[in-house]
């Protein structure tokens, strides 16, 4: 563990003790100290914490760069107290903008593709496995990166099929069942990892090449070349990112409620829920994330009115 990794974990210990949270912070800065790590600095500049924020795999410009920025600053304030030459980015540095992006929806062929392409593509077994079986789960559960990447192997209950999101975003725990056929694919992961990994460093349910838990920074640039080596979202709008895995389950799940008549509305809190929002109004933002989606909407909707009217 580096120094500044030692760091991150006072600091989210000293919050969390004080009562936050911490729920973002604890998602994000890992990979900002990834990021310090691996240019050699010792505490957080003003210049190194801009490139950090403004990072992207696309080269776009996204909506996290002022969240990383607001969970740097955090941070840097609570490394003047060790480092002398610690600089706090200035309020303003990057001011959130919200706006609307369309998600990338995968289709059952782009995901069985980047399975494919892990498995072929990635020359460790181990690391083939764990990527094809990470893709296949943020898929068929709708979870976020941060929540399939801090799994642990107790967080699994096999009899149930189901598993424990401990402590995700905004500082919710959750249980999510999974389909026999997905809980039957992390069997058969978990059973090579062992065979591979006999002695993991960590409790983590995938594992790294560093016999550690994954890293989201390490993450995000291996599915990029996943999906551009499947040759996935050419000329598409939006480009596919990691977290329109999520976007394309609710999705799914929406259009499947719709095709087969079943009341949306009365659903929703349903996967609300699943998803772990904080609210039921977050979900219903998925009922514009797709034309067909926002279609099958407004079609229920006229039929209602049709039927009042008559």
């Known amino acids: ?42 505490t957080v500049t003003i210049e190194a914490a801009l490139d950090w924020a403004q990072q992207s795999p696309t080269g776009q410009p996204t909506t996290v760069g002022p969240r990383r920025m607001t969970a ?38 782009d995901i069985e593709a980047l399975m494919n392409h892990a498995r072929v593509l990635i020359r460790s077994p181990l690391r083939a496995a764990t990527y094809e079986t990470l893709v296949g789960l943020l898929a068929a559960g709708g979870l976020r990166i941060g929540e399939a990447i801090k799994l642990d192997r107790s967080d699994i209950d096999w009899t149930g099929s189901v598993l424990l999101i401990r402590e995700s975003k905004f500082g919710k ?7 026999s056929t997905a809980m039957e694919a992390l069997s058969a992961y978990a059973q090579l990892r062992d065979e591979l990994e006999p002695r993991p460093k960590e409790p983590s349910f995938f594992v790294s ?11 995000c640039p291996t599915f990029r070349h996943l999906v551009d080596a499947a040759g996935i979202g050419t000329g598409a709008p939006s480009a596919p990112r990691l977290h329109d895995l ?17 009341d949306v509305q009365a659903k929703l809190p349903w996967l609300s829920t699943y998803l772990g929002h904080r609210e039921p109004a977050s ?5 514009s994330a797709a034309p067909e989606l926002l279609a099958l909407a407004a079609a229920r909707q006229n039929t209602g009115w049709t039927a009042v009217r008559s």
Do not use: N
């Not at 990794?5 to 912070?25: F, I, K, N, V």
């Not at 609570?78 to 289709?107: A, D, K, V």
């Open 209 to 219: 090449q560093t016999h550690k838990r994954l890293c989201y920074a390490a993450v």
């Open 246 to 262: 999520r976007h394309t389950f609710a999705v799914r799940t929406l259009l499947g409620w719709y095709r087969t008549g079943e």
């Open 72 to 109: 740097a600053r955090g941070f840097a304030r609570y490394l003047t107290g060790i480092y002398p030459g610690t600089e706090i980015p200035p309020l303003g540095l990057m001011p959130h903008r919200q706006r609307w992006r369309r998600p990338f929806i995968y289709s059952t062929a």
């Open 1 to 42: 563990m580096s120094a500044l990794e030692q760091d991150l974990a006072g600091y989210l210990q000293l919050r969390r003790s004080l009562g936050h949270e911490m729920a973002e912070a604890r998602w994000l800065l890992p990979g900002f100290v990834a990021f310090l790590d691996t240019r050699g600095a010792s």
């Open 173 to 179: 725990s959750r249980l999510v069942p999974l389909h």
């Open 283 to 287: 979900t219903y933002w998925y009922l």
